[in-house]
């Protein structure tokens, strides 16, 4: 199995701010690593794949970066809707696992 | 648009067993992969099981492995999850989602509550 963690695991930011959250995993899954954002109520979004291929439709201030062990995921000018948890997932191997989750809240 | 609607969530007794569904649409079911994925109450996202597009290749967590079987109807776009032995760790909202790798696309959840 492999394991991740994501830090931090709590953010506060303001509406346009940059930030920044770390996904470190157990063992290397090369670029086979996907990021999430979760919004309470909603179904879980899916940001980023193969690590920094973005996803049709998601605006471009969400940038993936990473390979092997180390990743982050980057939002330029947070926006309302970028409140929330956000979720990095492996699928290099089964079972898929994914990070603990890093939620952004309001300043 | 890609739609994913699950049902079959409600209360069950521990031990029990429950079926859950997955109605799609939107895309051509019988080409993809689909899989669930579940988050307890309060905790992170924990993938449970994913399918081959003809059923022939199913995988799951180890935690469920066993009492859990997860299937597909590819003539109704349907996926399916078949819970049994259901204890408390099992309580959580289930999505299904669009994908064996990484999850394109997400229902909305069924929620399963474990209780006597």
Known sequence: VIWMTQSPSLLSASTGDRVIISCRLSQGVGTSLAWYRHQPGKAPELLIYAASTLQSGVPSRFTGSGSGTDFTLTINSLQSEDFATYYCQQYYTLPRTFGPGTKVEIK | ?116
């Not at chain 2, 079911?29 to 003809?54: C, H, T, Y």
């Not at chain 2, 997860?70 to 999850?81: G, P, Q, V, W």
């Open chain 2, 1 to 116: 648009d890609v739609q994913l609607v699950e049902s079959g969530g409600g209360l069950v007794q521990p031990g029990g067993s429950l079926t859950l569904s997955c109605a799609t649409s939107g895309f051509i079911f019988s080409n993809f992969w689909m899989s669930w994925v579940r988050q307890a109450p309060g905790k992170g996202l924990e993938w449970v099981a994913n399918i081959k597009q003809d059923g022939s290749e199913k995988n799951y967590v180890d935690s469920v492995r066993g009492r859990f079987t997860i299937s597909r109807d590819n003539a109704k776009n349907s996926l399916y999850l078949q819970l049994s032995s259901l204890g408390a760790d099992d309580m959580a909202v289930y999505y299904c989602g669009y994908g064996g790798y990484f999850f394109n696309y997400w229902g909305q959840g069924t929620l399963v509550t474990v209780s006597s």
